[in-house]
């Protein structure tokens, strides 16, 4: 007999992030339903809290009180954003923008994670930015009058072009950007919310001539696919189960993991697909899914699963077959050296891996025998969420050095994990 369980994961990451961040900068108040509470988000709302923002709190709603562009507050400490890479980027946008000085800075991992992407460019409009060895947090911001850029981006980076669009709300003068491949487009659709003139036109994004943002508006967060995404490869993996999972969203700049679950032959539908204010959302319903076939990630797919690969890496070991991630050098930018954390994980509990500088491959069978392992995490909520699906699908006991990291982007994690094993 089937089983049939159904789960709302976590809020959608990346949308808390900027709803917190958006509404602190526009006129008015700003309801924020159903946003995420983890240890990254509530660094960003610690942040804007500490430029003079009155953000209320309770259970699953926050309220902002915005205090328009130009009312931030320089902070009477360092901004302290833990492990939060989507913070630390987006506020060095929106802070290159004031007229005061202000100093990021982060854990272990964040502190040694790329910043020159954001400083070049944030620069080169005309900002003081000083970092040690001029690529690593801590960053020291002091804002000024910013002029237009136009910027060609290197890599797709949904964090570098939004750090830019946020400047670019301060700056005097036409502001561009252009992505080699288009990276999820939330920044775009919530300042387009807000009532700031956007323009998306393929690759790239202008911004237009009204840079306001008008608050006043209520903002609903759906759950987040790439915290679904744990669940979905649980449900197409579990023998005799299906899964629903409600109300993800389904932007197509964050779908990606859709087109390799058809590739893979996973047994899908969507159903009440509906917007939410201008995002796409939707339930997920996963059943058991026999005959799996390998997968191929690369070129323009990957900004749209970026943070599906460790997840998807656990899918490809039931695959019949080789799937291969390529153009991924990114992942070793990522919460750690994802490249390097996922082939070791997945080397210890049996599977075999080819490692590339760009990706690696995956030998997948059907029924593929599971070890009993340690498995380092790095410290990486992704890479520990995974392997903890890893452990439930194969009934196999696998060890994690930490499961803290979870906390970052998905605190229930362990909680919904039990009761769709029980
Ligand atoms: C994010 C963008 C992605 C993603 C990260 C969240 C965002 O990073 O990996 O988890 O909220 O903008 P990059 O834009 O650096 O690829």
Not at 17 to 30: K, L, Q
Not at 390 to 402: C, D, K, N, R, Y
Request: aromatic share 6%; charged share 25%.
């Amino acid at each position: 007999m089937v089983k049939m369980k159904s789960l709302r994961v976590a809020s959608d990451k990346s949308i808390s992030h900027r709803a917190v961040m958006f509404s602190s900068i526009a006129e008015g108040r700003t309801v924020i339903n159903n946003a995420l509470f983890s240890d990254d988000t509530l660094r960003t709302i610690k942040a804007m809290q500490s430029m003079g923002v009155r953000i209320e709190v309770s259970s699953r709603r926050i309220e902002v009180v915005g205090v328009g562009k130009y009312g931030l507050k320089e902070p009477d400490d360092v901004l302290y954003l833990g492990n939060s890479g989507t913070s630390m980027r987006l506020l060095s946008g929106l802070l290159a923008g004031q007229d005061f000085l202000s100093i990021l800075t982060g854990d272990d991992s964040l502190r040694n994670r790329p910043m020159g992407r954001v400083i070049k460019p944030l620069r080169a409009m005309g900002a003081s930015i000083m970092a040690r060895d001029n690529d690593l947090a801590p960053l020291a911001i002091k804002g000024s009058n910013l002029k237009g850029i136009k910027h060609k981006m290197g890599i797709a980076s949904a964090q570098v072009k939004s750090a830019i669009l946020l400047a670019g709300l301060y700056a005097d003068g036409d502001v561009e950007v252009v992505e080699p491949y288009k990276s999820r487009n939330h920044t775009e659709t919530m300042l387009k919310a807000f009532g700031v003139d956007v323009i998306e036109d393929g690759l790239a994004v202008r911004l237009g001539k009204n840079r306001q943002l008008e608050g006043d508006l209520a903002i609903d967060v759906p759950a987040d696919i790439s915290s679904a995404a744990f669940f979905m490869v649980l449900g197409a993996l579990k023998r005799d189960f299906e899964l629903v999972l409600k109300d993800v969203g389904l932007n197509p700049t964050r779908s990606g993991i859709l087109s390799v679950f058809d590739e893979a032959n996973v047994d899908y539908d969507i159903k009440n697909e509906r917007l939410s204010g201008l995002e796409k959302m939707g339930d997920v319903v996963v059943r058991f899914s026999n005959n799996l076939r390998p997968f191929k990630i690369d070129g323009e797919l990957l900004p749209l699963l970026i943070d599906e690969i460790p997840i998807l890496s656990i899918l490809a070991i039931f695959c019949d077959g080789i799937s291969s991630i390529r153009d991924a050098a990114e992942l070793r930018k990522k919460e750690s050296d994802r490249i390097k954390s996922i082939c070791e994980g997945l080397k210890r509990v049996g599977v075999k891996t080819e490692e590339f500088e760009d990706g690696f491959d995956i030998y997948g069978k059907p029924n593929h025998p599971i070890r009993p392992a340690l498995i380092d995490t790095h410290n990486d909520h992704r890479i520990a969420m995974s392997f903890s699906i890893l452990s439930a699908v194969s009934s196999v006991p696998i060890e994690l050095t930490e499961t803290h990291s979870i906390l970052t982007s998905y605190p229930n994690f362990l909680d919904h994990l039990s009761y769709v094993s029980s």
